[in-house]
């Protein structure tokens, strides 16, 4: 099974780094046109069996952004550049990611990798997740694709993406490790797809939408 999900990890990400070339070109025109600063971000995550490595993405905010601000990012945040706005809301900026699941870093579907902060958080039963190879996209991912909303909501953004959001994440990742499947990735995918065209606000969050 794992030498099964790595062929399909492969082929799906050499596949789309082929077919999406052409919207990577743009976007990349785009961002420099909208500040000249760099074209994307990179920054270091917890992967497999707690092993950094550093997450491809386009850069959403302004240059610096993280000693501006934290590392969470609510709906609205100042630091993001206007073709970031974009970027977020589509998840366009995720699809670099697809280098990352070439190089055997990442999975089309696992976990999304935390970063070193956070990752020190977990408790013992929660550094379990560590064990699964972190992807582009999760069930977590498709329960809190407005992320970024409920925590410009929250009167206290780190306390609650600390004590509500991230333990559920975990929780809701480690159960369906326990039953996940090639069919059932491709079903995840699906559904984070389907998803990001579901309009209005919901009682969850953004998939992904919240970070850096």
Known sequence: MKMSKRLFD???AAGGLLLLAPLFALVALLIKLDDGGP??????RIGYRGRPFRIWKFRTMVPGAEEIGGQ????GDRRITRIGRFLRRTKIDELPQLINVFWGEMSMVGPRPEV???VALYSGAQRRVLELVPGITDPASVKYRRESE???RSADPEKQYREA????????NLEYAARAGLLGDIGVILGTLFSLGRP??????????ARL
């Open 39 to 44: 074209v994307f971000f990179r920054q270091e």
């Open 72 to 75: 969470l990012t609510p709906a």
């Open 200 to 209: 209005g606000r919901e009682k969850g969050s953004d998939n992904r939408g």
């Open 165 to 172: 959001i991230m333990p559920d994440k975990i929780a809701l």
């Open 116 to 118: 070193a902060r956070y």
């Open 150 to 152: 409920l925590l410009a």
């Open 10 to 12: 492969l082929a799906a």
